[in-house]
């Protein structure tokens, strides 16, 4: 469906993670269903732990450390002790700076192969080279361009966010329909305003699909470069937890990622939301 | 009607490339329309009738011959010549109003912000949806959407009108409320707006036009006869078809298009 043959290969706009239909109604359509939810995750985290034996923490055990971690987020006792907020505001950096970065390229970049035949001849095969390749490959590169472990964990995110952002955007450029274009043609738009009032318009909503993909992606692969990374940030602060045997600060941790991600979705829908238009 | 030319279509061809070679659309397409006159092309669908229209309004060149417009080789659009599409092609991110002022502005571009507003304005109360200005396209029915889009054609005064299948997926009240709208307002210019309209409606053909050029099927598709309508003007649709005239052009029209140029089963 999503598909527009020009010549060589079919673009397709990427949906990952796929369910994002089903996303539309987070929280589910009742409270009640809400509850139910959270029962059910606690019924199957009990059951996980009472197969895997005393090893993995059960809710009774994780959630006092869960709120142990929420009720004083903020506290710094040195470089290697501090609060989960401090912990998550670093990566949050980390992600925000990569992905600014890389959407800065990625944008540009689909637009060019969005359209342009010959940028997309010559681009798309790089773009597809590298789009399957994990993100945390790209990190001894960075180590090795950069010297810096922050910086080279900054690039990884860039990297990352790149893919998402430039497929949706070049599929938003075109795939603009001839009959704007016509209008823009038949009327003699100038070109500033062939693209503020009908390419813009038009691709923005792609182009945001493809931000809100590329920043959970991002989100997803912040936590595993800083545990290659080290230093500060959630990532590392899982690696230390498990390298201390805090099991039920890893789950807990988990838990705030998870949130944390959903919200950072959620602002980013809200966006595209506004930028869409009823056809 | 004696064409003087205002509109020349000279040995007009248009081919296309496909993957399975070249594809004759249109050719030996000869026609001269005269300043002020409504010229409907009528044929099947496919039969190429859209090329000629897109020739005319300049997005596609002939692979053959010339098209002028007085005087001028047409080579590329121009704000001389409005077009209404088949399928509205209103922009759905603009409000009503919007998209007739982002065409008025584009096209009419020496004029002033507030030329432009009052040209806006008095094109949305033309075709009554002053009220509706506000609303986006997705808002309004298919007619409105259609309005707008005429309005959006009206406003820039343009030379030549190009009609694309403008009624074409409209109910058959709108559309007789639309055709009727269609020549007020062409008379409200005094009839100086050349029409070139296509349609595959015999009736809406003959209630409309000053000629009718009917076209063969295509590929290769080219003029197989011209009809002048003789009916007077202002014409009552109610009162028209009871005119012998009327009846001649209709079964004209009907052995043309269903015996002699009968679509072949696709």
């Known amino acids: ?279 | 009607m004696a064409a003087n030319g205002y509109l020349q279509l000279r040995d007009v061809a248009r081919e296309f490339t496909t993957p399975r070679g070249r594809f004759v659309a249109i050719k030996q397409f000869t026609l001269d329309i005269a300043r002020g006159e409504f010229v409907v092309l009528i044929g099947h669908s496919g039969c190429g009738k859209s090329t000629v229209l897109n020739m005319i309004a300049g997005l596609l060149p002939p692979t053959q011959g010339t098209i002028w417009l007085a005087g001028q080789r047409i080579e590329r659009p121009g704000p001389d010549r409005g077009m209404v599409f088949q399928n509205y092609s209103l922009l759905p991110w603009l409000s009503v109003r919007d998209n007739v002022y982002e065409a008025v502005d584009a096209a009419l571009r020496d004029r002033s912000r507030a030329e432009k507003l009052a040209i806006v304005e008095q094109a949305l109360r033309t075709v009554g949806l002053d009220a509706h200005r506000d609303k986006h396209p997705h808002q309004l029915s298919g007619g409105m959407k259609q309005r707008v889009a005429v309005a959006r054609a009206f406003a820039i005064h343009p030379q030549v009108l190009l009609l694309d299948e403008p009624f074409g997926a409209l109910d058959a009240l709108t559309r007789a409320e639309l055709q009727e709208e269609l020549l007020r307002l062409w008379q409200h210019d005094s009839r100086t707006e050349t029409v070139v309209m296509v349609t595959h409606d015999i009736d809406e053909a003959i209630y409309l036009a000053d000629r009718i050029v009917v076209m063969t099927n295509g590929p290769a598709a080219t003029i197989a006869e011209v009809l002048a309508v003789d009916l007077p003007r202002p014409r009552d649709k109610r009162a028209i078809v009871h005119d012998p005239r009327y009846a001649d052009l209709k079964d004209r029209l009907l052995y043309l298009l269903t015996i002699a140029f009968a679509q072949h089963a696709a």
């Open chain 1, 1 to 279: 469906m999503m598909r527009i043959m020009r010549r060589g290969e079919p673009l397709r706009a990427i949906r990952w993670p796929p369910p994002v239909a089903l996303s539309t109604a987070p929280w589910g359509r009742t409270s009640l269903e809400l509850v139910g939810a959270a029962l059910l995750l606690l019924a199957l985290w009990q059951l996980a732990t009472v197969l895997a034996g005393t090893d993995l923490p059960g809710p009774a055990r994780t959630l006092p450390v869960l709120w142990e971690l929420i009720r004083d987020p903020l506290y710094d006792r040195g470089p290697n002790d501090k609060g989960i907020a401090l912990q998550l505001l670093s990566s949050l950096q980390r992600v925000f700076l990569g992905f600014a970065l890389g959407s800065l390229i990625a944008i540009p970049l689909g637009v060019v192969m969005g359209a342009s035949r010959l940028g997309r001849g010559l681009l798309n095969p790089l773009v597809q080279v590298f789009r399957p390749v994990s993100p945390l490959a790209w990190f001894p590169i960075g180590l090795a361009a950069l010297h810096s472990a922050p910086t080279a964990t900054v690039f990884v995110i860039c990297i990352t966010s790149l893919w998402p952002t430039v497929i949706n955007t070049a599929f938003g450029i075109a795939s603009l329909p001839e009959d704007h274009k016509n209008v823009a043609r038949v009327f003699q738009f100038s070109r500033w305003k062939y693209f503020s009032k009908i390419l813009w318009p038009y691709s923005l909503p792609h182009i945001l699909t493809g931000l809100r993909l590329s920043l959970g992606v991002a989100w997803m692969v912040i936590v595993a470069a800083e545990m290659l990374a080290g230093g500060v940030g959630i990532g590392f602060f899982v690696w230390d937890s498990w390298n201390t045997l805090h099991v039920e600060r890893v789950i807990a941790a988990l838990l705030l990622i998870g949130a944390v991600g959903l919200a950072m979705d959620r602002v980013l829908e809200l966006l595209a939301r506004r930028a869409s238009y009823a056809t």
